[in-house]
């Protein structure tokens, strides 16, 4: 009997591991999906016009996620996923607007993640105080390379 209430238990620690893991993941992959969206449309500012909206943007995009980045302690397949998440973010925004296909859902979608975003900028405060200087650079270049990205199309 022993026995069977010891792997139960250890079957409900795993179980409740996993699903710790997977929300986790899943508030890692929704701002990546929220930083794609915002900068994605700050990127059509920047083919707009409006170098200075794409900036502020990005750096509220990017500071945002990589305060979940830094936070969570996650995998670097977790990380590569959320990546191509945002990646694949950005490129949804801008093509709704080439293909003139940005809607009032497109535009509900960008201002319903610039709050999560801001939420997540409350929330991780003391962390983006804390690792400003670490990822200060890594973001400056991200966005930097987004810029020359979008130069070139």
């Known amino acids: 009997m022993r026995k ?3 792997v139960f238990t250890t079957f409900l620690v795993l179980l409740f591991l996993s699903s710790f893991a997977k929300a986790q993941t899943e508030k890692l992959d929704n701002l990546a999906a929220c930083a794609g969206v915002v900068i994605g449309n700050g990127a059509v ?6 170098e200075q909206s794409f900036d502020v943007a990005a750096n509220i995009a990017y500071s945002a996620y990589l305060s979940e980045v830094f936070s969570g302690g996650y995998q670097q397949n977790d990380l590569q996923v959320a990546d191509q998440i945002l990646g694949g973010n950005v490129d949804k925004i801008i093509n709704a607007h080439n293909t003139e296909n940005f809607t009032s859902d497109v535009y509900e979608e960008v201002v319903g993640c610039y ?23 890594l973001k400056n270049t991200s966005i930097e390379t987004l810029k020359r990205m979008l130069r070139a199309g």
Do not use: C, H, P, V
């Open 4 to 6: 069977i209430k010891s």
């Open 45 to 50: 500012d920047f083919y707009l016009g409006d």
């Open 115 to 137: 709050r999560a975003l801001a939420k997540q900028l409350m929330e991780g405060a003391e962390t983006i105080i804390n690792n400003q200087s670490k990822w200060n650079e």
